[in-house]
């Protein structure tokens, strides 16, 4: 990831020449590591990130503005105090460090002075700080001399820089060339990998990608230490977004100010990289959030898969209690031959067809008679256990087949969309704490949208998961057509006849992609489908399920059918 001195000098760059002379509306931090800027420049509104994020630290704009935490932090409320309705003066580089400075005139009613908000980009050292006239106002992330800190990061401490690297800098020809040379006299004939890494070690500001692109621009006989410099002050822009194979909708893997191989151009180094890291947070928010769900449904299965196996066991205890009344009822039938204190009675078995005999253990203490009401006793008990267990039975394989179809579902997903309806449904069953509200602020209501499909004039529509399947049965005509993998979990899919004949290679399509939306995905897949009006939710069943007749199957193999899926 090339966030260096090299990429970051010409970013600042950009953002100088867009946002000098805006106008600071509005102030967010969505959480620890991430400050948005809301900016007016005259022509359009911006929104600007800053973020210290140890693996994302940047300063760029943004195509969207987060969700700010519930109550705004400490640091926050002082960028509001200071800075907000502030003009941006300048956004430059300092020196050729990963550090940007973003100069503000602030004026109030009272008071008029220049601010600056100091960007260390520097991994997981990077920091936000607030610095007017040389005296810090404020940090993102505080250090004092209690912390053992090498340097005072705290309001009222003078600001200093971070010590510089062990490094030269890129315009010290003179330096580079020095240590070129030794470099060389250790070795005869290096190679350019060998290379790229010299100067990745030895010179300030260029990552080992920015490294190896400086080597192969340098013209033929041109002298490296001279180069260097004249690489990193004037080499063109021509950013672009580097991606798996090549296309704007494939796989981002970088960002560069330079062509590359497999590179995507972009109209700006700042919209590569938005466009970079837009695409890598929401991918790893989306892996965090399915993580998170499938760990509440797998803890909900255990509890649910531990409560069945208790039931089960009890209802086995309770499968010898024909047992005890045929015991009970021959003791009844031949009181007049046992005594009391006998330890055991040998008896013949009426109920057995090949008339064998029983042998049935007695409790001394008791008389006959006493025995045999012990035996009823304990019959009826497991009689009245078998009633009780039996519905609870019946309760339980339907919650647990319930889970199942939430687990599939996350399974399924493939975007934030699919699981946001998902977590609706664990949060209303206790499984996942609901989100924290903003104070004062209002909740958002919003509406995921249905799958959809454009195929030969038909528009035809597959729900995320058990909610939006109802909606969708809800939704649709008695003409449609409905559709659900028979035997597996799957999302229900709705055909729009909208009065038409639905042909067969319209019903294969939308049967595919059922298919596809089904916890069979790995083969062959038995695909019912019907009339909406043959289908029926039954009073108060869980989400998601129904019971259907009059229907046809079709077995497909499963196609997700990307090329006619539409953005909604």
Known sequence: ??????????????????????????????????????????????????????????????????????VAPNFCMLLRKHLLGGEILSVSQHGFERIVEIRMLCASDFSRAERTLVCEIMGKYSNLILVKDGVIEGALKTASLEDNAKRLLFPGARYAYPAPQDKLSPFDGEGIGTRLDAFLAARETPDEEEAARFLFENVAGLALPTA????????????????VGKFC???????????????????????????????????????????????????????????????????????QQKKLQDTLERLKDCESMETLRVKGELLTANLWQLE?????????????????????????????????????????????????LLPRLKTEREEEEYTDSVRASVDLAETK?????????????GLVKPPKERVGGKKKEVSVPFRRYEYKGFSIYAGRNNLQNDRLLKSAAPSDIWLHAQKYHSSHV?????????????????????????????????????????????????????????????????????DALKAD
């Open 212 to 227: 190896r692109e400086l080597l192969r621009r340098r013209p033929a006989g041109t002298p490296l230490s001279a180069f």
């Open 340 to 388: 009391k204190g006998m330890k055991e009675a040998l008896l013949d078995n009426w109920y057995d067809p090949d008339g064998g005999k029983v042998r049935i253990p007695l409790d001394t203490r008791l008389s006959p008679a006493q025995n045999a009401q012990k035996y009823f006793k304990a019959y009826a008990k497991q009689k009245r256990t078998k009633e009780a």
């Open 494 to 562: 709705i055909v729009a006849a909208e009065g038409r004949q639905v042909s067969d290679d319209v019903l294969l399509f939308a049967a595919e992609v059922c298919a596809y939306y089904s916890d069979g995905r790995t083969g062959k897949v038995p695909v019912d489908y019907c009339e909406r009006k043959f289908v029926r939710k039954p009073p108060k069943a869980k989400a998601g399920f129904v019971t259907y007749t009059n229907y046809k199957t079709l077995l497909v193999e499963p196609d997700k059918h990307a």
């Open 417 to 429: 969309e699919d699981l946001k309806e998902i977590e609706e449904e664990l949060i209303a069953l």
């Open 1 to 70: 990831m090339p966030q260096d001195a090299f990429h970051i000098r010409r970013s600042a760059a950009e953002l100088d020449s867009l946002l000098r002379g805006g106008k600071i509306n509005r102030i967010s931090q969505a959480d620890k590591d991430e400050v948005t800027f809301i900016i007016y420049t005259g022509k359009t509104t911006v929104k600007l990130l800053l973020s210290t994020n140890a693996s994302n630290a940047r300063v760029c704009l943004s195509r969207e503005e987060k969700e700010p935490a519930p």
């Open 233 to 303: 002050a004037d080499e063109p822009l021509s950013p672009c977004l580097l991606t798996s194979d090549g296309t704007l909708s494939g796989e981002a893997k970088d960002f560069f100010a330079f062509p590359v191989k497999n590179g995507v151009p972009m109209s700006s180094l700042n919209e590569a990289e938005d466009e970079y890291y837009y695409r890598r947070e929401t991918k790893k928010a989306f892996e965090d959030k399915k993580r998170k769900l499938e760990s509440a449904v797998r803890s909900l299965h255990k509890k």
